[in-house]
């Protein structure tokens, strides 16, 4: 498999990690679009979400858990923060290894897209 997200997690590609335990990574996004901008990905690959099976749903819950605790150790919590997935080429994933963007740091503007 040559999947980029993979090569990070298996130590094969260098990134700036600001989290790491047995389920999953999270890193800085090399092309951030706000102050705060870092990836969380589980270490297991899934390419989509819809690759994800009533046995993940414990996986999915612990990410929204590292992305509590970072926003809270990074101390952006309070002002607030946003998680974007994308799901396929037409919502704008390029990586097809499920990954959720942590963006903060600015205003978010709405409607996103």
């Known amino acids: ?4 997200f993979c ?3 298996k130590k094969e ?3 700036k990690v600001v989290y790491e335990d047995e389920k999953v990574v999270a890193f800085h ?3 951030p679009q706000a102050p ?3 990836l969380v990905i589980p270490k297991k690959h899934l390419s989509t979400l819809l690759d994800l099976t009533e046995e993940d749903k414990d996986l999915i819950g612990h990410i929204y858990l590292v ?3 970072l926003a809270k150790d990074l101390g952006f919590a ?5 998680v974007v997935v994308n799901c396929k080429e037409e919502a704008g994933q390029t990586v097809f290894h499920l990954h959720f963007h942590l963006l903060a740091g600015r205003t978010m503007g709405w409607p996103p897209g």
């Open 1 to 4: 498999m040559d999947c980029i």
């Open 7 to 9: 090569k990070i997690v």
């Open 13 to 15: 590609i260098p990134s």
């Open 29 to 31: 996004d090399i092309n």
């Open 36 to 38: 705060y901008h870092i």
């Open 67 to 69: 992305i509590n605790k």
């Open 78 to 82: 309070e002002r607030g923060y946003r």
